[in-house]
Nanobody, 123 residues
Framework: QVQLVESGGGLVQAGESLRLSCAIS????????TGWFRQPPGKEREFVAG????????SYADSVKGRFTISKDNAKNTMYLQMNSLKLEDTAVYYC????????????????WGQGTQVTVSS
């Protein structure tokens, strides 16, 4: 059974940075993929970024390319999302997600979810 636990959310001002962490327990070998989704207030959940644990390949939503960086530490079984130059529209609950093989952008393709962490960007 895979468990995902996010941490690192908070309140920051526009232009500042924040790093989210996702501690992963359970199997991460054999094509495991983890990523981040977010749900802004009153909106649908949307894909943010994903990374494959075997090859280290990454994928990003256009809205965060160049500002956010997804990474992983295999030894610590932890994934990170470094968020720079934060904007008001980045305000959302951020979820850590997991699946095996592929990095789809639909939330229905990910069977494993963390509890979410709130990120609020103020002006």
């Amino acid at each position: 059974q895979v468990q995902l636990v996010e941490s690192g959310g908070g309140l920051v001002q526009a232009g500042e940075s924040l790093r989210l962490s996702c501690a992963i327990s359970g199997r991460t070998s054999g094509g495991y993929v983890t990523g981040w989704f977010r749900q802004p207030p009153g909106k649908e959940r949307e894909f943010v970024a994903g990374v494959s644990w075997a090859m280290g390949r990454t994928s990003y939503a256009d809205s965060v390319k160049g500002r956010f960086t997804i990474s992983k530490d295999n030894a610590k079984n932890t994934m990170y999302l470094q968020m720079n130059s934060l904007k008001l529209e980045d305000t959302a609950v951020y979820y850590c997600v997991g699946r095996y093989f592929g990095v789809p952008t639909s939330d229905t393709e990910y069977p494993y979810w963390g509890q979410g962490t709130q990120v609020t960007v103020s002006s």
